[in-house]
């Protein structure tokens, strides 16, 4: 049962060096950039640049390897099924038909359909080196005082905060509750059949969400004591001040949403249609 | 203990730890179906008893940054369409948090009713219309791939929520005390 997940480590790089707030701000406008655009130019673009941007940072392959693969399983289910369930999306998109390639009924291989999957993946390509980025690199505690300074208000801020900091306590309390199921004998395995199964989650379900209603208790009870939400604004342990390599970033990432958005929408459509021209 | 503007603390609070739970029980909580690509998500009974604990902003926020954690840390990029969807949900059954009142203990036949309404109702326009819109306009998805997906999801979303939150409210409302439980001796 133990997963493997994201998280950060200490290194130092001009990435890691990045306030929070920066790094929140230019992932967020980076993944409304990807997601506006369908022009494969400003894609295979930020791709690149992203993927430079990845080398600069010096995070290790193995620190994010296995959600890579999880990731790229995904794409190839996702593709399949955009083909299965729509194999002529790319002919509706770009008005012209060149077909490869005939399977058999509707399944024919088109060029267009060949290049819009093409684009789908290149979309998720971009957005998901900055993610992994901004995961792999942005120290926790930071997190909540960078959601802040971005114009969350504080108390939705501390709430992310406070979920971050229970999720490993959190993990724990299951894995307990689940080992002692098990030791009664209440099994939650594939080796159940479902509807055992069901029955046997649902076993887990109520202790750990019950100790964990007693936990906001808890919790809300020692924050109410030390006069939470008492002023208009907070400060935070972990803020850093902007730094000239903040300043650039910003800059950066101005540039590229904008020259993208400028890009796409120059000829009056969100795809790059190569299928015009000839 | 609520304050006029701003969260109350126990919000505040509720939110943190059920986006907790969320992400925990959105990674080891969902069992295959059988059919591919369709999980029961046992996350989503957690959420309406949340939402119902709680409130709607609860609800809201534990959906929007649960989700959203859970698709970070697990799969490196967070599917906004999705992540959205799942916030509209518990926004929706939190609505009817007020009329429902788990927290004077009583769960009877009526409130279990309402209970199913809404949450078939906030399980449909979630997963039947918000999340394939966005996908669409998004990602530039086929349509009829993105509205089977989310038919599937929603009715087994729908079928998760009416089977294990039913039964989670039940236990909660077991572990209050009723209003006017106690009787006076004559």
Redesign the interface.
């Known amino acids: 049962?133990k997963?493997k997940?994201?998280?950060y480590t200490r290194q130092d790089s001009p990435i890691h060096r990045l306030t929070g707030a920066v790094k929140l701000l230019f992932f967020v406008l980076w993944?409304v950039t990807a997601?506006i655009t369908?022009d494969t130019r400003c894609l295979l673009a930020m791709f690149v640049f992203s993927l430079a941007v990845f080398k600069i940072s010096k995070v290790k392959f193995r620190n994010?390897s296995f959600?890579?693969y999880?990731?790229l399983f995904?794409m190839l289910?996702n593709q399949l099924?955009?083909y299965?369930?729509?194999p002529a999306?790319g002919v509706k998109?770009y008005g012209t038909s060149h077909e490869l390639f005939h399977f058999a009924g509707r399944y024919n291989l088109t060029a267009e359909q060949l290049f819009y999957q093409f684009n789908?993946l290149l979309?998720?390509f971009t957005?998901?080196p900055m993610?992994?980025l901004f995961?792999l690199t942005t120290d926790p505690s930071e997190f909540a005082a960078s959601l802040n300074r971005i114009g969350v208000?504080y108390?939705?801020s501390?709430?992310?905060?406070?979920?971050?900091?229970?999720?490993p306590?959190?993990?724990r309390d299951?894995q307990n509750i689940?080992f002692a199921a098990q030791a009664r004998g209440i099994d939650m395995s594939?080796k159940e059949k479902?509807g055992a199964?069901?029955k046997n989650?649902?076993a887990v379900?109520?202790p750990?969400?019950?100790t964990?209603?007693q936990?906001?208790e808890t919790?809300?009870a020692a924050?109410?004591l030390r006069a939470?939400?008492h002023g208009r604004t907070r400060t935070w342990y972990n803020a850093r001040p902007f730094a000239k390599g903040d300043f650039l970033a910003l800059v950066l990432i101005v540039a590229i949403s904008a020259g993208s958005t400028l890009l796409t929408f120059y000829d009056g459509t969100?795809f790059y249609n190569i299928f015009l021209n000839r | 203990?609520r304050?006029g503007k701003?969260?109350?603390?126990?919000t505040?609070?509720?939110?943190?730890?059920?986006?907790?739970?969320f992400?925990?029980?959105g990674?080891?909580?969902s069992?295959?179906?059988?059919l591919p690509?369709t999980n029961?998500e046992?996350t989503y009974?957690?959420l309406a008893?949340f939402a119902i604990?709680y409130g709607p902003v609860a609800g809201l926020?534990i959906g929007l940054?649960?989700h959203t954690?859970k698709d970070?840390?697990?799969?490196?990029?967070?599917w906004?369409s999705w992540v959205i969807a799942s916030a509209v949900v518990g926004l929706i059954i939190g609505l009817a948090a007020r009329s429902i009142r788990i927290h004077d203990g009583e769960f009877g036949a009526k409130q279990i009713i309402r209970f199913n309404l809404i949450q078939v109702l906030a399980n449909a326009i979630a997963w039947f219309v918000i999340a394939p819109v966005l996908d669409i306009l998004?990602?530039?998805?086929?349509?009829?791939?993105v509205f089977?997906?989310g038919l599937v999801a929603g009715v087994s979303n729908i079928v998760t929520v009416a089977?294990?939150g039913t039964?989670?409210l039940l236990?909660?409302a077991k572990?209050r005390t009723k209003q006017g439980s106690l009787t006076k001796e004559a």
């Open positions: 049962m997963a997940m994201l998280s993944c997601m369908y994010f959600v890579l999880l990731i995904f289910l099924a955009v299965l369930f729509s999306e998109i789908i979309k998720y957005v998901i993610a992994l995961l208000s108390r939705i501390y709430a992310v905060s406070i979920a971050m900091r229970y999720i306590d959190i993990q299951f689940a594939k479902l199964r069901i989650v649902s379900l109520m750990l969400i019950l964990s209603l936990r906001i919790i809300s924050m109410e939470f939400g969100r | 203990m304050k701003g969260l109350s603390i126990i505040i609070v509720a939110t943190g730890i059920g986006s907790a739970l992400v925990i029980l990674r080891f909580g069992i295959p179906s059988g690509d029961i046992t009974a957690l008893l604990l926020l940054i649960g954690l970070a840390i697990f799969y490196g990029s967070p906004f998004i990602y530039a998805e086929p349509s009829n791939k089977t997906q089977v294990l039964l989670l236990a909660y572990t």
